[in-house]
């Protein structure tokens, strides 16, 4: 986005995040990985919106090109790590994200052995340096700060299922 459109990469990449968080919010109502997870359909929202990004290149249509995309992405990524299990570690689940369009569970593939792996921490630092390096001021502050978060995250991960069974009962 930088290179082609300089005046639309920051409303883009902070659209691009929102887009990347939404499917998560099914952590909180719903079933996670499948209520807001979308690795086949999302694309149905991300493509006609590139489409209209390229024809008609604004923040706004560069924005929602971007937060599509990033919605679809993140579902479908969902599927190379782990299942949705509390010990993802353990490999106790075949179900990794829904897909909706064939009404099955797609199931885990384990290139990042589960969230909070330390590949997956260092996943998270290879992505950001791109935006470290080309993007303007706030986004390698927020590359910086999801950076920081991934690698605290990594350093506690395999301690948080007491504390999630705790606090769930």
């Known amino acids: 986005m930088v290179a082609f459109a300089p005046e639309f ?40 919106a590139i ?15 971007v937060a599509c995309t990033s919605f679809a992405v993140h579902a479908g990524t969902d599927a190379l790590g782990a299942g949705d299990e509390i010990r993802p570690w353990e ?8 897909d909706h369009l064939r009404g099955r569970w797609i199931r885990p593939r384990y290139w ?6 330390p590949e997956d921490a260092v996943a ?20 910086a700060a999801c950076v920081v978060l991934g690698v605290a995250y990594a350093l506690v991960r395999r301690r948080l299922p007491p504390v999630v069974e705790e606090l769930v009962g």
């Open 9 to 48: 990469a920051v409303p883009a990449a902070l659209a691009g995040v929102v887009g990347g968080l939404l499917p998560d919010l099914d952590l909180f109502a719903g079933r996670h990985r499948r209520t807001l997870h979308f690795p086949v359909v999302g694309w149905a929202l991300a493509l006609p």
């Open 51 to 65: 489409a209209a990004a390229a024809v008609a290149p604004t923040a706004g249509t560069a924005a929602a090109a």
């Open 91 to 98: 490999r106790t689940s075949a179900e990794a994200v829904y």
């Open 112 to 117: 990042i052995r589960y969230d909070g792996a």
């Open 124 to 143: 998270t630092a290879a992505l950001a340096v791109p935006v470290a390096v080309a993007y303007p001021e706030p986004l390698p502050a927020i590359a």
